[in-house]
């Protein structure tokens, strides 16, 4: 696990434009400001030297009832609702970076469960958000004002007290 945060941060993904004019950025910075969403988190991040906030995709669900009312305003609100319940949760990191390798499990991503413990306890009581969501087409993967909201991708970000460098500690003491 600690490849894989630790990793991806060294070659952040450039961000990608998406609806409303949001960013998706995965990786680390400076804590998200919501008033400029309009622009890049690496943007407006790289005057910044505390980089103590993990940026990780990841994929909600509108409910059953909001999908059935066909209603695309109730199913952005309940998809939106969906992913804020999420960051909510102590695993959410874990789970983010579950959904990001493809797998269920730190068993089937070939990690230690330690790591993930390690990871929670670290971020138990940390600020968590969701900093923005767009419409997910299911078939392409790919975010479109013209698509319906019954998934959405969304863009979590948890503070991680000491950064990068306070996790790799972290878990280099297992």
């Known amino acids: 696990l600690s490849f894989i945060l630790i990793g991806f941060a060294q070659c ?11 960013w998706m950025f995965e990786g680390w910075a400076c804590e998200p400001q919501l008033n400029r969403l309009h622009e890049s988190v690496e943007d407006y991040c790289a005057s910044e030297s505390k980089r103590e906030w993990v940026y990780l995709k990841f994929t909600a669900r509108a409910s059953e009832r909001a999908v059935a009312s066909e209603n695309n305003a109730h199913m952005e609100g309940s998809c939106r609702a969906m992913a804020n319940d999420f960051i909510r949760q102590p695993d959410a990191l874990q ?29 138990a009581n940390s600020q968590r958000m969701v900093y923005n969501c767009c419409p ?20 979590g970000v948890v ?13 280099s003491e297992e």
């Open 95 to 123: 789970r983010m970076v579950y959904d990001m390798q493809g797998c269920c499990s730190a068993t089937d991503c070939g990690l230690r469960t330690e790591a993930y413990d390690t990871i929670q306890q670290l971020t």
């Open 12 to 22: 952040n993904r450039r961000s990608e434009y998406i609806v409303r004019p949001a």
């Open 136 to 155: 997910l087409d299911i078939e392409t993967g790919h975010c479109s004002a013209d698509n319906e909201w019954r998934e959405c991708r969304c863009l």
């Open 159 to 171: 503070h991680v007290p000491g950064g990068q460098d306070a996790l790799q500690a972290a878990l």
